[in-house]
């Protein structure tokens, strides 16, 4: 049905004037924005600017899903919120400015994760997802729920100065699955904390990713269906990676053996403790009392100790561990800690290959620890 200027407001046309004027648009197009429900999952780097984008575009129906609270190493680049946010719930703030930028929208709450008890269902209400996840573990639920429920995922992610976007969209091309058949093991890729990411970078690809959803909702364009965009922010450059659905995929593909979603034990390559080269923060607290207290070995980047650290530490770079492993005595109790427990983790396993039968890591690493045991030490 034509778009008519009668649905529309006075204040909604000024509003929306500059984008309706867009033959690819229009009054129909802004009418189907305004009708549409988009879920982004993650109100993060990426979500912060494909939410205020989508808002301001005018989708009718915007679904927040987070836990969690600002924090200020969140400010370089998770541009919905500000210093003064700082300790609040990020859905309270997100609200409020979405709310402000554009009070014709409305704003869908969900606090908590997305798991497997929820994801379907969550999916299902809206007309798209879109993934603004920082951890293999919601990127495959999202993925898997999102094709399940025959929903388009619109796709992105970044690392130091690299983003990729693309929308995966089962019923008419290739999934997440299709691309990477199984999640890496853990600790195998570092995420943004350990690894670092450019600010500016998740506001190129977020907006990205809102400009697909806009796309797909108006049916405009040509949407980046079987298609990777790779993004490399260092050197300026934009490639492209074609997709093809897997015959063999085990979701989409002819016939598949996942019928349902599933929680992925580990997320992120933050170690869970499963094994008895473990420790947990407070375990390692009571531990530091004892007469014989373990050895701290500490293998993050010399910049990170500059911001918290734990007293008596010795350290060693993880990249530099091999050569200097003889500065450690292989008959003490190690303990190893890093950010989130990835890169001590794999430190364990080198030691305790090494002759260290004693080495544990520290589950979580030094932010668990911040969180559990010394609150008021800062975090990054």
Not at 13 to 33: C, D, S, T
Not at 38 to 50: E, H
Not at 85 to 103: F, H, M, T, Y
Not at 119 to 137: H, K, M, P, Q, S
């Amino acid at each position: 049905m034509a778009g008519s200027i009668t649905a529309f407001n006075p204040s909604e046309l000024a509003r929306y004037g500059r984008q309706i004027v867009l033959p690819e648009i229009g009054l129909e197009g802004q009418q189907k924005l305004r009708a549409a429900s988009v879920l982004i999952v993650g109100a993060g780097g990426l979500g912060s600017p494909a939410a205020l984008y989508l808002a301001a575009a005018g989708v009718g129906r915007l679904g927040l899903v987070e836990f969690d609270a600002v924090e200020a190493s969140n400010l370089h680049r998770q541009i919905l919120y500000g210093t003064r946010d700082i300790g609040r719930p990020k859905l309270v703030v997100a609200r409020e400015r979405l709310a402000d930028l554009n009070p014709h929208v409305e704003i869908v709450t969900h606090p908590g994760r997305l798991d497997a008890s929820n994801a379907r269902e969550l999916i299902r209400a809206y007309d798209l997802v879109l993934d603004g996840t920082d951890n293999f573990a919601t990127r495959y639920l999202v993925n898997d729920a999102a094709t399940l429920e025959r929903r388009p995922n619109v796709y992105g992610s970044i690392f130091r100065f690299e983003g990729q976007v693309s929308v995966f969209d089962a019923t008419r091309g290739p999934c997440y699955r299709c691309l990477f058949p199984e999640p890496p093991p853990d600790g195998a890729v570092p995420n943004c904390a350990e690894g670092g990411v450019l600010g500016v970078l998740p506001g190129i690809v977020g907006s990205l990713q809102a400009t697909e959803a806009i796309k797909l909702i108006v049916g405009c364009g040509e949407p980046l269906l079987g298609r990777l965009l790779l993004i490399d922010a260092l050197e300026m450059r934009f490639r492209e990676l074609v997709l093809r659905r897997v015959t063999d995929c085990a979701l989409c593909g002819e016939t598949p053996t996942i019928q349902e979603v599933q929680d992925l034990a580990v997320a992120c390559g933050v170690a869970e403790p499963v094994t008895e080269s473990d420790i947990e923060p407070h375990e390692l607290r009571l531990r530091l009392q004892n007469a014989d207290p373990p050895v701290l070995l500490d293998v993050r980047a010399n910049f990170e100790r500059t911001i918290c650290r734990l007293p008596g530490e010795t350290w060693i770079p993880l990249n530099a561990l091999a050569a200097r492993r003889h500065e450690l005595d292989p008959e003490r109790e190690v303990v190893v800690y890093c950010h989130h427990g990835g890169r001590s983790q794999a430190a364990v396993e080198f030691l305790r290959r090494e002759g260290f039968a004693r080495a544990r890591n520290l589950v979580g690493g030094i932010d668990a620890w911040a969180k559990t045991v010394e609150p008021t030490m800062p975090r990054y």
